[in-house]
Structures are given as C-alpha cells and as structure tokens.
C-alpha cells in the first residue's frame, strides 16, 4: 500500500471524556472542562444514545468542539443497542447547526455492519463527501487486556478506509515499552494519529502524545471520572505534567521504581522545571523488580528516536540495578555509589553516555554540616551515631566515613551493624586517611556521647508514629546543641525530633534530606540551580506540614 504522510502543526488536544448521563450534567461538565483549559470534549453517549434531540442539542450547545462515541460492550463501553440505534443516534449528532468534530467509530464494527460503514460515511468528511461537513470519522480500536498482536493489521485496515480521517488505537500497556510503540505509530504521520497505552504504565503515552504530535489525548475532569484506565485528570495534566509546556524538543525524566504510584518525585521535579523554565517533564515510572526488566526497559527508552530520555531518579527495588545497567553499557559510575553498592541518580549526558551516582548520602552529609555550621571537612573527628543497618544506613555510614567521620553503628540485629561497619572500616577518606566505623550494642547507646545522631530505622515512621528508636530517658541526657537527624520523614516531626528538640538538641527532619538529595538531581539533569525554598515548602504541603 502507498501511504503519503501528513504534516501538520497543530498542536495536541486536550480532550476531556465526559460520561453522558443528562444534558444538564454534559453540558455542565464541559463548560468545566472549557474552564480548566480543555480543547475538545468527548462526549461518551453509549448509555444516552436514545433521547436523540437532547443529542443534537448537546452537540449545538457545547462549549468546546467535540467527539461523539457511542462505544458498545464488545469494545468496552455501555451501548448495548443494535445498529439501527447507533445510526440513529449519529445522525442526530449532525442534524444541529453545528456539527461534531469528530465521529468515533470502532474499525471492527465499521468494518462489519454496511449499514453503519454508509450511514457514518454520509455524516462525514472524505474524498467522495457530496455534502460538505467538517465532521471527521476516527476509525477506533481498543483492548482493555493487552496489546493486540494484529495490532499493525488493525492500522493498515484505517489507514486504507478513505473515510477515516483518523486513526485511533488503544490497549493496555505490558511495560513501560509499549509507550514507545505507541510514539512510533503518531511518529509515521500517515494520517492523524490517537495512540495510547492504557493503564499506570501507559501514562507516558497520554502526557507526551504532545511532544510527538499525537491528533489528542484524553484526561478526566475529576479524579475517578476517567473512561479509560490510567488517565490523567485535566488539573494534573495542565499543572503537574506542565501540558502548556511539553513540545516536541522536552527533555523525559521520570522515577523509577516498584511501586511507584505514590511518590511525591513527579510533583517536586516537575515544580522545579517550571521554575527554572528548564523544557522537561517528569513521570512516575514504574518497572517490575527484576534486573531484566530494568534493563530491557531503560535501554528501550534510551534507544527511543525522538523520546529525549536523559536521566531518572531510581528507588525501590532498583538501586543495585542501576549500577549494573550503568557499568554494563560503559557509562561512568560515581566511585563512592559503587563503595555503597546502590545510586539513585541516572544522568544521561548530551552525547549519550550514561553517569549513575548517589544523591542520598550527599543529601545527608550536607543537611548535618549545616546543623553544624561545618563544611563537608569539618566532618574530620566528629563522632556520628547512626541507628540502623539497612540501605539508607549504608549510604550515609559511606558517606560521613568517607569523609574522615568516626561512625558508631547501633542496630536491632547487631550482626548486621558488624557486618556494616566491617565493609566500610578502614576504607580510604577524602583526605587519603583511612575511615573509622565500628558497631556498638543497641544497650550501649546511653553513654555513646556523639555529637550527631542519625535515625536510618523505619521506627516512628508513619502509621506507627508514637514509637521512637531511641528510649526517652537517653534523649533526654543528651546535651544541649547534639544534632539529632531523622530520615524518616512522614511524619515530617518524629516523635524524636519532637523528645530530641525538648532535650535541647539541633533537630534535622528526614524532609530536608529528600528536598536536597532531589535539588541534587536537578541540578545535574539541568544544570540549574532549583528554588530549594520553595520545594521545601511544596514537599512540606504535600507532606500536610
Ligand atoms: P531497610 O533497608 O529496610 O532497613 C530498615 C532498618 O530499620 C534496619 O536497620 C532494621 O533493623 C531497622 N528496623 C526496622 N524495624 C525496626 C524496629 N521495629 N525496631 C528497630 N529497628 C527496626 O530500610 P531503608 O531503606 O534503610 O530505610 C530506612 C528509613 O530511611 C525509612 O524509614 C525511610 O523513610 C528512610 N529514608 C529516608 C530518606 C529521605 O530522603 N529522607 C531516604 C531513604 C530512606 P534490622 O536490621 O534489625 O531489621
């Protein structure tokens, strides 16, 4: 087949699908979504298709252009009428002064029902139209499980109706991959393209369908109002995926990780581009545990023409992963992240080689200096208590003994804290020394006289928020002006922090290490410097500090 491809330089719509059940409710939900800054409404008539003038009249009297799709069962819709309603309930949507926008049709039934294909064709625009009409027809497809293994087939097929002015297709995403598919089918600009992945890994189809000049993509208008899994509402796509700001040059960031659904990363970065006008977006980025799957995926994104993937904060479960993918593709890793096994930073750099290093322990050195009024080298001789072996111990026990600190290693299971304090004793420092880290008994921690403590444990963490992993009556011998440092940061006052404050103590929440370990990030993705007040206060918003 000959295909010649479009150009266009219109840009993406914003299209807010509205679940038909009255007049009243449909006209009032698009004057919403006309407000809050929607192009175009879908109106979902499957279960309205039989009141046919309230039909033309919701067409005539809608505040914004828009689509009419009466989607059966079969497809995943409501309708469960025959043809004959549908035809009927078409025309009625142009029998108005003014016309849809669009038509919706599902290929398959196009395809099947000649009664349907030649009522819908009469309604429309194309080559053989003897009544003019603006009205376009999308040719559609969807499947709510997977990615159709006929998918291209499904495309040829509304590639070759002549009446189809747009193609649309729709499936369930399996990975974070079938996004790129999804580009490279609006990328071949055969004919105005909707390709979009449902569900949490396919957000990225719907936010970026911009920057490669997809025909639409669809939002809700409230949160649980969507007609498709995963979409987005209109707020969240206009403030926190920055819509107004994406095109098609816009740098993809994102956090990776398992789960990811609730990480407060996208709202902080992305705050952070629009302050610094940087062209970036940033997307929760979910990708199943194993190593596998890491790779295949992060290589899929990085090799992706057009898709400017240039960096990534990584989390649970994926840390020691990242180093390996780093190493294994010949990029450069931070020396003291390979020390700690773990980075949390991915930076793809202009001429594509990768750098992985490790914000958390440098968030963490530096929210403590600053409790001290010390630089990173007053750290030399300062005694620093951290409570807890797991991975965020590690990167800091790293990270102060790697500086010249003396670091005492307090934990539940004590073999762990040996073990800990083991790897990194005797390790070189930054001033060619050898760093001091030892393990000490949980019972000893009343006389451990430091002047810093850190609390690496979960213990006062969200829900369980009246527990402490220090006993009472040691913070309260503590002396007046000792740092008291708590990672856990829900909620942003350990109760802690709050005994800790009492005895006099210079408190650090677990806040401030995630606001600096993520300016870090920023920084070295856009090389600018983020407003830290400002996301200090957004994290603490969001925090409900
Ligand atoms: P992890 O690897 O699972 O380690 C958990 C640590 O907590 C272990 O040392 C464990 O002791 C100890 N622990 C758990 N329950 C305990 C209990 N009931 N009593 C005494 N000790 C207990 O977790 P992680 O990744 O290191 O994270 C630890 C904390 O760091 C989390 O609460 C997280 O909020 C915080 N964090 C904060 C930031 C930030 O930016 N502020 C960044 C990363 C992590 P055992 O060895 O005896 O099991």
């Known amino acids: 087949m000959s295909l010649g491809r479009y150009t266009t330089a219109a840009m993406t719509r914003l299209t807010v699908a509205i679940m038909v059940r009255s007049l009243k409710q449909a006209l009032s939900a698009a004057a919403q979504a006309a407000e809050r800054g929607a192009d175009l409404v879908e109106f979902r008539i499957d279960e309205f298709a039989s009141d046919l003038p309230a039909i033309t009249a919701l067409v005539d009297q809608s505040p914004l252009p828009s689509i009419i ?9 409501h309708y469960t009428g025959d ?11 142009c029998a108005g002064p ?42 559609s497809n969807h499947d709510f499980t997977t990615r159709p293994v006929d998918l291209y087939q499904r495309v040829e097929a509304m590639l070759a109706a002549p009446a189809c002015r747009v193609m649309k297709v729709a499936w369930r995403a399996r990975s974070l991959r079938d996004n790129v598919e999804a580009f490279q089918l609006i990328d071949q600009r055969h004919k105005p393209t909707i390709a979009l992945c449902m569900g949490e890994e396919g957000l990225p189809s719907r936010v970026l369908a911009r920057k490669f000049g997809g025909l639409l993509t669809y939002v809700a208008l409230e949160e649980g109002a969507g007609t498709a899994p995963g979409q987005p509402t209109v707020g969240q796509m206009k403030s926190l995926y920055r819509w107004d700001a994406l095109n098609a040059d816009t740098r993809v960031y994102g956090v990776i990780g398992h789960p990811v659904g609730h990480s407060m990363s996208p709202a902080f970065h992305n705050a952070g581009f629009d302050a610094a006008g940087f062209n970036g977006i940033y997307l929760p980025l979910p990708i199943p545990p194993e190593y596998e799957h890491f790779k295949a995926t992060v290589a899929t994104w990085l090799d992706a023409k057009g898709l400017h993937f240039r960096g990534a904060s990584v989390t649970i479960p994926h840390k020691q992963n990242l180093l390996r993918f780093v190493q294994e593709r010949g990029g450069e890793v931070e020396p003291l992240s390979l020390r700690i096994g773990a980075a949390n930073t991915l930076v793809v750099r202009d001429d594509g080689s990768l750098f992985a290093c490790n914000t958390d322990y440098a968030a963490a050195l530096d929210s403590v200096c600053d409790a001290l009024h010390i630089t990173r080298d007053g750290l030399r001789g300062q005694r620093i208590a951290v409570l807890g072996a797991g991975g965020a111990a590690r990167a800091i026990v790293a990270g102060f003994a790697h500086y010249g600190a003396t670091v005492v290693i307090y934990n539940r299971t004590h073999d762990k804290a040996i073990e800990l304090a083991k790897e990194f004793n005797n390790a070189p420092t930054v001033t060619g020394g050898t760093a001091r880290v030892v393990a000490a008994p949980m019972e000893k921690l009343c006389d451990s006289c430091c002047q810093v403590y850190i609390n690496c444990t979960s213990v006062g963490m969200h829900p369980k928020i009246d527990q402490s992993p220090v006993p009472p009556e040691v913070a309260k011998g503590w002396a007046p002006g000792t740092v008291v440092f708590d990672t856990v940061y829900t909620p942003i006052e350990t109760r802690l922090l709050r005994e800790a404050k009492a005895a006099g103590c210079v408190t650090v929440p677990g806040i401030e290490m995630f606001v600096r370990q993520g300016a870090d990030q920023s920084r070295r993705w856009t090389g600018m410097t983020p407003p830290i007040e400002a996301l200090r206060k957004l994290v603490a918003s969001r925090l409900g500090g």
């Open 83 to 93: 043809d004959a309603g549908r035809i009927a309930a078409f025309e009625a949507a």
């Open 69 to 77: 799709t009466i989607r059966p069962t079969w497809e995943g819709g």
């Open 98 to 139: 003014r016309k849809p926008a669009y038509l919706d049709v599902e290929l398959l039934a196009y395809q099947r029902s000649q009664p349907l294909r030649q009522a819908v064709d009469r309604l429309v625009d194309h080559p053989g139209q003897v009544n003019p009409t603006d009205t376009g027809l999308i040719l």
